[in-house]
Each structure stands twice: as C-alpha cells, then as structure tokens.
C-alpha cells in the first residue's frame, strides 16, 4: 500500500480534531509533526489462554517539518500483547527520534488514530502545563501500558507545545508502515535527517483560520 499523494502531516493535522485542547489557528504553525500507528495481530492458536499462540505486528513512524520535509520514517516489526500496547509503543518510538532530531523549544503536533491514546496524551499536556487545572479527561491506561506511558510522559517534557489530533487510519501515513514492516523495511535504511522548518511567514496569517475552520463563524462582539 503505497503512501504516494498523501497530503502532509501539517494538513492533515490542520484537519484534525485535537481532543481536550483548543485547535487554534496557529496550530497549522507547528514545527514538527509526528504521525504514529501501531499494529498487532494474533499468529498460531487463536483459544483463549492458548500458550501456542503468537504475536506479531509492527510500529510506523513518520516525521516530516511544517514545510513537509521528510525527518524521518520507520516502519519495524514488533511483538505487542494487545493493539494497545502496540500503539503506544509506536508512540514511545516516535517521540524518542523526534526528540533526538530536533530542538528543545520545539512544537510538535501529533497525529494518531487510537482515540484514548489522542485523549491521554492531551490531557498529560495539559497537566503538565498547569499542575492546578482539573483535568476534563483522567488518564488511564492498562497495566501492560505502564513503562511505555511513563516514558511517553517523561518525553512531553523534551518539547516546548506538543499536543495530539485524532484521525482515520485511511489517512494515517504511518499505517502502512505499521501493517507491513516487512514490506517497508527499506525506510528504515534511508539517510538520518536533522531538518529545521523554515522561519514562518511574517504575514501575520495567525489572523486567520486554516480552510476547515473558516466556516465555524465565530461568537458575537
């Protein structure tokens, strides 16, 4: 399944819903996106309880710049008990090499096509950013999750703004990537790239809604 014609991540992140966090029309100025997905599927004995059984699977990763520049892509096989652990495995992976490539005051959007994952990760930032503030969302997640979650909190704190957008799988680029590791193992070998985005337009175009936002109106004087 070939990603070709694909809009950017800064697009899709444009026309994505940021669950628990404001989507404000500056969003489409972030720095970095981050698109993750995770897979996992059941190989062997299928009874519950069956020892015999096997997991297999894999974790996609891709990261472009604001300007769609390519960062990085990963697309490697993973062993995961659940889709659950998958996806946040994927996430922990995602963040690490992001981390490793870009700039401490760096803002990230994340795009993600797990809905409790999206959750959590927004509700963490805004934790974070305000210790005080009730959260709308409580973080919760299964034991199995804990060491990946812990470690996916711990990296919040590498990036100056981070938060998520939740969209469809269809439109994930890192889905393809997850779902056959052993089609696209060759993205695991391009060159490491260390891009900056370029300086964002001085048009003052944070006036302005992105597309999918100008027909929402706006409250009365």
Known sequence: MAAYGRPTLRD???EAPTP???HPPRTHHRDFYLATDGSYRAAGGTAPGDDAREFTGGLGVVIETRDGERVARLSVP????DNNVAEYRALHLGL??????SPADASVGVLIDHDV?????NAAVLTERDPHLEPTHSVTHPP???LHWR???SRLRDFAEIRAARIDSGYNPAHPL??????????NGEPDRCLLPEAPSATGDDRYPPPSRADRGSASD
């Open 117 to 121: 994952l999206a959750e959590n990760l």
């Open 12 to 14: 899709l992140f444009d």
């Open 178 to 187: 997850a779902n056959a590791p052993d089609e696209y193992a060759h993205v």
């Open 144 to 146: 199995a999750i804990g």
């Open 151 to 153: 470690g996916i909190s």
């Open 78 to 81: 993973n062993r995961a008990p």
């Open 20 to 22: 628990h966090i404001a």
């Open 96 to 101: 690490d090499v992001l981390a490793a490539r």
